[in-house]
T-cell receptor, first 111, second 112 residues
Framework: EDQVTQSPEALRLQEGESSSLNCSYT??????LFWYRQDPGKGPEFLFT???AGEEKEKERLKATLTKKESFLHITAPKPEDSATYLC????????????FGSGTRLQVQP | DAGVTQSPTHLIKTRGQQVTLRCSPK?????VSWYQQALGQGPQFIFQ???????QRGNFPDRFSGHQFPNYSSELNVNALLLGDSALYLC???????????FGQGTRLTVV
């Protein structure tokens, strides 16, 4: 069974304090790993797609990386507006198009 | 370019009632997926529609059903509502050949 585990569950940072969120996965035939940002009561907002080990994507203060077993979302010099839940999801090579999500990491950045 | 839109944004229903949620996909997208998100959890896949047919289904009972119209918009129907059906219901659209899924703002369903 496909599994996606995110850690930590919650993270509190000071403004400017860089850190990383982890997404580990156990799937057969990864067809893509996705990062989303979700604000309270809103739908997930697409951030990145990664397809193969070694791939990296960047957007503003965020950088996503992928290995064969996990992905990291690095946040450099975060600001309070980066506070949100960050969700990781995978799509596998079974012809299915459904996404399997982790439970997310709740990030709080304090000024 | 309008993104994925869902209606209504909030809904309160009584146990045993039926509910219909609606979704309009992002312009140019032909595939609609529905997800249920309980508080503090990641979204769980309900089902996916493409070319007006249900293509895939997650582990949800038959009380959950859907439809896709020729203009690619979609409905999610839930019958015989249970308290446990209270959740944020998310619609996501994509191109079948593309892998990025874009989500709407969700419908918050409360069953009392």
């Amino acid at each position: 069974e496909d599994q996606v585990t995110q850690s930590p569950e919650a993270l509190r940072l000071q403004e400017g304090e860089s850190s990383s969120l982890n997404c580990s996965y156990t799937v057969s035939g990864l067809r893509g790993l996705f990062w989303y940002r979700q604000d309270p009561g809103k739908g997930p907002e697409f951030l990145f797609t990664l397809y193969s080990a070694g791939e990296e994507k960047e957007k503003e203060r965020l950088k996503a990386t992928l290995t064969k077993k996990e992905s990291f979302l690095h946040i450099t010099a975060p600001k309070p507006e980066d506070s949100a839940t960050y969700l990781c999801a995978v799509r596998v090579d079974t012809g299915r198009r459904a996404l399997t999500f982790g439970s997310g990491t709740r990030l709080q950045v304090q000024p | 370019d309008a993104g994925v839109t869902q209606s209504p944004t909030h809904l309160i229903k009584t146990r045993g009632q039926q509910v219909t949620l609606r979704c309009s996909p992002k312009s140019g997208h032909d595939t609609v997926s529905w997800y249920q998100q309980a508080l503090g959890q990641g979204p769980q896949f309900i089902f996916q529609y493409y070319e007006e047919e249900e293509r895939q289904r997650g582990n949800f009972p038959d009380r959950f059903s859907g439809h896709q119209f020729p203009n690619y918009s979609s409905e999610l129907n839930v019958n015989a509502l249970l308290l446990g059906d209270s959740a944020l219901y998310l619609c996501a659209s994509s191109l079948l050949q593309n892998t990025e899924a874009f989500f709407g703002q969700g419908t918050r369903l409360t069953v009392v």
